[in-house]
């Protein structure tokens, strides 16, 4: 089992004014994240995009790309690329660099994303959200598998057509990974199974278990079109913290998680959940990995016996998530966490 | 309810799920685990979402949306808002339809004819004038639709609101949200549905039947 974790590079407030930082800050603070979870032997750091003051990581291949010079194992990765406002050319492009910078730790997870500040910053209509999806992952999919030299002539309705075009850097090992994301449509757990990509599910809300015949439809799907092999995986990105113990971990994240809701549910049209919700999401078999670090680890195995899947990835820093809290999350996942699950389902 | 002639098989009837989404397939699942039968489709070719059918509510008869319609003592709605325009209003003439549908601006885009309708459910009594339509489902997480159910007595249990102008529709859509496990609330007429949609205390919370009397300013019970 690989484990990781994924960031929307959350702002943090100043521990003694309690102002909020720079965005600027957030970034090096996201990099600093990533150098100590390289470090602490984890496999996979994500950045996802977000545009927003509390969440400024929008060009997160930047980020990636000086961590792929400051790093020497972790694999890195978009978690996700908002696929459906970029452009899968220049998505491959920036990817491929990091993956030249990296010697072949980069990969692309492409999804439509959870926040929709991306249409109208980037001229893009809501009312293609799925079209936009569809068209341009094909695309992706085929830039990626470009034999290195060859050209791509391709004609779509979102951009304008490609006549024999040059698609450089190649990655350094034929092709990048790229994973689908989704948050359960079944629809697009099928899809990613005829497609034949890895798939991850970002499960925020619920009893994580409840993604099993997802996972299952996924794998059905696959091998129906006739897909197998390595790329026929799961992962799960879901949020999570971990503390040294399960209460200490749980009241601070608390605090962490009504912040986020109370600036972002007013844009979705949602109220923030009281705490006894995010109790019930916080224990047992909920979506939030929030506690010790064999609670966490246990409750990894526990997802591994309904969904077989071979990643799990935590999103720790929400709501200004002090850096040192941050850190430090990063290493239980990594020194403490991280021997446990490999104990009970062996090393990745 | 009466017995379907599509299917035939259970006595409780038929529910029709239009939309094998997230949504749909969870209503299938809780009205399969009910004893009822279930249609479900979506807008193409119902080969398209055997698979999805078989496995994420194993029971549930793939069809095409017309058959689905044709076939269900109720018809749930479960496609994303902006989509209804794209269903024929025929075949829903005269039938019940449960309205489970929200207007999310990342699914629906912008839809200008919103701000000036009472509820999002008139727009969809617009499109469909022949429907009885109730409005509920709405207004609990698809997944908690698994979890949440009780058997009728359960102290504490989960209730969710029905809001519609046809009573009798009313009275045959809360057997059918009694029947998968859930005490259920009137709220009212289908503007009363206003009252279910996201942002307000009915939409964001998990609600006993007191509860959701209070919050409604009801007492009135319908199943």
Same mark, same amino acid.
């Given at each position: ?27 090096? @603070? ?6 100590? #979870? ?64 990296? @010697? ?11 926040? $929709? ?25 085929? $830039? @990626? ?9 391709? =004609? ?50 619920? =009893? ?29 990105? @879901? ?60 409750? $990894?195995? #526990? ?11 935590? =999103? ?6 002090? =850096? ?25 | ?7 035939? /098989?259970?006595?409780? +009837? ?19 685990? %009910?004893?009822?039968?279930?249609? &479900? ?10 698979? &999805? ?76 004038? +022949? ?8 207004? &609990? ?10 058997? %009728? +007595? ?8 029905? /809001? ?9 859509? %809360?057997?059918? &949200? ?26 964001? +919370? ?18």
């Amino acid at each position: 089992m690989e484990l990781g974790v994924y960031s929307f590079g959350d702002v943090q407030r100043d521990p003694s004014t309690g102002a909020l930082g720079s965005t600027a800050q957030a970034m090096r @603070n996201l990099l600093e994240a990533i150098q100590l #979870a390289d470090q602490v032997g984890l496999d996979y750091f994500g950045i996802g995009e977000h545009h927003t003051r509390e969440m400024p990581a929008s060009a997160g291949a930047t980020v990636l790309g000086a961590a792929a010079a400051t790093t020497k194992t972790i694999r890195l990765g978009t978690a996700v690329t908002v696929l459906s406002t970029d452009d899968p050319i220049r998505v491959y492009q920036q990817l491929a660099t990091v993956d030249a910078l990296s @010697n072949g730790r980069a990969e692309i997870t492409a999804g439509r994303g959870s926040s $929709i500040e991306s249409f109208p910053l980037f001229g893009y209509e809501l009312a293609d959200y799925d079209a936009l999806y569809e068209e341009k992952l094909t695309l992706l999919m085929q $830039i @990626n598998d470009l034999a290195d030299g060859e050209r791509i002539t391709w =004609q779509g309705k979102f951009r304008s057509p490609l006549t024999d075009a040059e698609v450089v850097p190649r990655a350094e090992r034929g092709r990048l990974p790229v994973w689908r994301a989704t948050g359960g449509s079944p629809a697009s757990s099928a899809r990613a199974g005829q497609q034949g990509l890895p798939v991850v599910y970002g499960i925020i809300g619920g =009893q994580a278990a409840r993604f099993r015949p997802l996972a299952e439809l996924y794998r059905a799907s696959a091998a129906q079109a006739g897909h197998s092999g390595a790329d026929i995986t799961v992962a799960v990105a @879901n949020p999570g913290f971990i503390g040294e113990t399960s209460q200490g971990a749980k009241d601070l994240w608390w605090k962490q998680w009504s912040t986020m809701w109370s600036s972002l549910g007013p844009a979705r049209g949602v109220t923030g959940p009281p705490r006894s919700a995010y109790d019930r999401e916080a224990d047992g078999g909920g979506s939030l990995f929030v506690g010790s670090p064999q609670e966490i680890a246990d409750r $990894i195995i #526990a997802l591994h016996g309904h969904l077989g899947h071979s990643r799990q990835v935590l =999103q720790m820093d929400v709501g200004h998530l002090p =850096q040192k809290d941050f850190l430090r999350s990063i290493e239980l996942l990594g020194t403490q966490v991280k021997p446990l699950v490999d104990a009970a389902l062996g090393a990745s | 309810m009466s017995t379907s002639p599509v299917t035939g /098989a259970s006595s409780l +009837g038929t529910i029709a799920v239009l939309g094998a989404g997230r949504v749909g397939t969870a209503v299938a699942r809780q009205a399969l685990r %009910a004893g009822y039968d279930v249609l &479900i489709a979506a807008s193409g070719d119902p080969a398209d979402i055997e698979l &999805i059918a078989s496995i994420m509510a194993p029971g549930a008869r793939a069809v095409t949306a017309a058959e689905a319609a044709e076939g269900g003592d109720v018809v749930v709605l479960s496609i994303p808002l902006g989509k209804v325009t794209t269903l024929d209003p025929a075949t829903l003439d005269g039938k019940i339809v449960v309205d489970a549908m929200n207007f999310w601006a990342e699914t629906d885009g912008t839809m200008p004819t919103l701000a000036d309708a009472d509820s999002s459910s008139h727009l969809v009594a617009d499109t469909l004038p +022949g429907a009885r339509l109730v409005k509920t489902l709405n207004h &609990i997480g698809y997944h908690d639709l698994d979890t949440d159910h009780r058997p %009728a +007595g359960t102290p504490d249990r989960r209730a969710l609101a029905v /809001a519609g102008d046809d009573a009798g529709a009313k009275v045959v859509v %809360a057997g059918f &949200i009694a029947a998968i496990g859930f005490d259920v609330v009137d709220a009212g007429p289908l503007v009363g549905g206003l009252a279910l949609e996201p942002g307000t205390a009915v939409f964001t +919370g998990v609600h006993t039947r007191a509860e959701l009397e209070d919050l409604l300013g009801v007492g009135v019970r319908v199943g």
